[in-house]
């Protein structure tokens, strides 16, 4: 039975359980990590029996968010056995449960209560107790309610610091449709708190590797363009990123970039992620809603920002298939 929860009720339900095992989303973001982070903090601090077990390692530039031992990288054989005692597993910033990787099996199988903390447009076939607002900026904001949900008192910069990453980085640092007033005095009261923006901006933006910076702007320079300038697309696959000493991790940053063509109104990047595994990110300026054509394709996201992967077709082919298909969105009847 799934129930449609509210933060009170799902802040009740989590502490009537001892071992909760958090998760996140593959390649995990700072939303999702954040939010994670500030829970196991307040779990811990009620003496709870918490754990972060993720698909994906942390990425470089979030690592100094994450103190030595909070986050657990799944291993097949070695990990199962935690999901599987869990009494309740509690997944954020989630989006599609195939957002799990290799982690969905172990989870679906697993006996225990299932809650989805998330602000995406969202599918459900997994999880049974559902705190989902596609209004809140992130999935940070509802965390946030859900801690104050449990009765925490004083926010320190030990879980304000997470919360605030996750909620500059899903409005874009207050530049996104997803900027609300109340995003805007969450921020406050997590500076109130302690958290220094210039730190945080500093850790996120100004700490890539040489190499890293080099890879991007290669890939800006391969942008395309088509329908009169109406989609800018461009396409990083293995054999590419063999010849330049890239990684797919790397690569994603070229997605902000694609909105800032002037007459762009769709933006779609791909990569290449297995021989057979591409993923796409769609962008949106702010008229064409992406989000139906990512779920098309067994994704999903915000109606401006979503994103899928495409399984069983060459990169070549993909591309061509999800650039047609977005030609569509934004020429609409177009004779092609």
Same mark, same amino acid.
């Given at each position: 039975m799934r129930t449609e929860a509210n933060a009170e009720s799902v802040a009740q339900h989590l502490l009537s359980h001892d071992k909760i095992v958090l998760t996140t989303h593959m390649t995990p973001d700072g939303d999702g990590l954040g939010s994670e982070l500030a829970l196991l903090r307040y779990l811990k601090r009620r003496g709870k029996n918490a754990k972060i077990l993720n698909c994906s390692t942390v990425p470089e530039d979030l690592r100094f968010l994450v103190r030595s031992g909070e986050v657990i990288t799944f291993q097949r054989?070695?990990? +199962?056995? @935690?999901?599987? +005692?869990? +009494?309740?597993?509690?997944?954020?910033? %989630?989006g599609a449960a195939g957002r799990l990787g290799r982690m969905e099996g172990p989870v679906r199988s697993a006996q225990c209560s299932k809650v989805l903390v998330d602000h995406h447009l969202f599918d459900n076939d997994l999880f049974d107790v559902l705190?989902?607002?596609?209004? !809140?900026? $992130? $999935? !940070? +904001?509802?965390t946030f309610g859900l801690l104050e949900a449990m009765g925490m008192k004083d926010l320190d910069v030990e879980i304000a610091e997470p919360l605030h990453v996750g909620l500059i980085q899903d409005t874009g640092s207050f530049n996104y449709n997803t900027t609300t007033? $109340? !995003? %805007?005095?969450l921020a406050a009261k997590f500076l109130e708190a302690g958290v220094k923006p210039y730190r945080v901006w500093r850790k996120l933006n100004c700490q890539?590797?040489?190499?890293? @910076?080099?890879?991007m702007g290669n890939n800006i320079a391969r942008i395309e363009l088509h329908e009169d300038g109406k989609l800018s $697309? @461009? %396409?990083c696959d293995l054999d590419y990123m063999k010849k330049v000493k890239g990684e797919p991790r790397d690569a994603f940053e070229v997605v902000n970039h694609l909105l800032s063509i002037r007459g762009v109104e769709v933006g779609c990047f791909a990569v290449q992620i297995a021989s057979d595994k591409i993923k796409f990110s769609l962008r949106s300026s702010g008229r064409i809603d992406v989000c139906d054509l990512a779920k098309e394709f067994g994704g999903g996201g915000h109606r401006f920002a979503a994103g899928f992967t495409t399984n069983g077709m060459t990169a070549k082919d993909a591309y061509a298939e999800v650039i047609r298909r977005c030609c569509d969105l934004v020429n609409p009847g177009a004779l092609r």
């Amino acid at each position: 039975m799934r129930t449609e929860a509210n933060a009170e009720s799902v802040a009740q339900h989590l502490l009537s359980h001892d071992k909760i095992v958090l998760t996140t989303h593959m390649t995990p973001d700072g939303d999702g990590l954040g939010s994670e982070l500030a829970l196991l903090r307040y779990l811990k601090r009620r003496g709870k029996n918490a754990k972060i077990l993720n698909c994906s390692t942390v990425p470089e530039d979030l690592r100094f968010l994450v103190r030595s031992g909070e986050v657990i990288t799944f291993q097949r054989g070695k990990h +199962e056995s @935690v999901i599987a +005692e869990a +009494e309740v597993i509690c997944a954020f910033d %989630l989006g599609a449960a195939g957002r799990l990787g290799r982690m969905e099996g172990p989870v679906r199988s697993a006996q225990c209560s299932k809650v989805l903390v998330d602000h995406h447009l969202f599918d459900n076939d997994l999880f049974d107790v559902l705190f989902v607002d596609t209004r !809140a900026s $992130s $999935s !940070a +904001e509802l965390t946030f309610g859900l801690l104050e949900a449990m009765g925490m008192k004083d926010l320190d910069v030990e879980i304000a610091e997470p919360l605030h990453v996750g909620l500059i980085q899903d409005t874009g640092s207050f530049n996104y449709n997803t900027t609300t007033p $109340s !995003a %805007l005095r969450l921020a406050a009261k997590f500076l109130e708190a302690g958290v220094k923006p210039y730190r945080v901006w500093r850790k996120l933006n100004c700490q890539k590797p040489l190499h890293r @910076v080099r890879f991007m702007g290669n890939n800006i320079a391969r942008i395309e363009l088509h329908e009169d300038g109406k989609l800018s $697309s @461009v %396409l990083c696959d293995l054999d590419y990123m063999k010849k330049v000493k890239g990684e797919p991790r790397d690569a994603f940053e070229v997605v902000n970039h694609l909105l800032s063509i002037r007459g762009v109104e769709v933006g779609c990047f791909a990569v290449q992620i297995a021989s057979d595994k591409i993923k796409f990110s769609l962008r949106s300026s702010g008229r064409i809603d992406v989000c139906d054509l990512a779920k098309e394709f067994g994704g999903g996201g915000h109606r401006f920002a979503a994103g899928f992967t495409t399984n069983g077709m060459t990169a070549k082919d993909a591309y061509a298939e999800v650039i047609r298909r977005c030609c569509d969105l934004v020429n609409p009847g177009a004779l092609r």
